[in-house]
Nanobody
Framework: VQLQASGGGLVQAGGSLRLSCAAS????????MGWFRQAPGKKRDFVAG????????IYADSLKGRFIISRVNAKNTVYLQMNSLKPEDTAVYYC???????????????WGQGTQVTVSS
């Protein structure tokens, strides 16, 4: 499966952004999907994950209530709605595909190219 992330940009603190990740090349509904992020000089961190049907989602504890992951299998797309953004949310955000939803990045075997999110104070 090939993944293409989009929707990043520059936003002021307190604002919102919605990231999208379009999949192609395989049956999208066969994959659980996840979002990860990596800030400069830091390791890649789990953000959110969603199962194949979209019926179950998991989140990084620190992001619960601000970020929402969703998917539309008919559109081969997974989304990440990010609300009440903070400067510490600044990072490159990556979408990824796995057989089962997980918080562990090594469980994901396909990755998008990343989209930059910058939150100004």
């Amino acid at each position: 499966v090939q993944l293409q992330a989009s929707g990043g940009g520059l936003v002021q603190a307190g604002g919102s952004l919605r990231l999208s990740c379009a999949a192609s090349g395989s049956i999208f509904s066969s994959y659980a999907m996840g979002w990860f992020r990596q800030a400069p000089g830091k390791k890649r961190d789990f953000v959110a994950g969603i199962d194949r049907s979209g019926g179950s989602a998991i989140y990084a504890d620190s992001l619960k209530g601000r970020f929402i992951i969703s998917r539309v299998n008919a559109k081969n797309t997974v989304y990440l709605q990010m609300n009440s953004l903070k400067p510490e949310d600044t990072a490159v955000y990556y979408c990824a595909a796995a057989l089962f939803v997980s918080k562990v990045d090594t469980m994901y075997n396909a990755w998008g190219q990343g989209t930059q999110v910058t939150v100004s104070s």
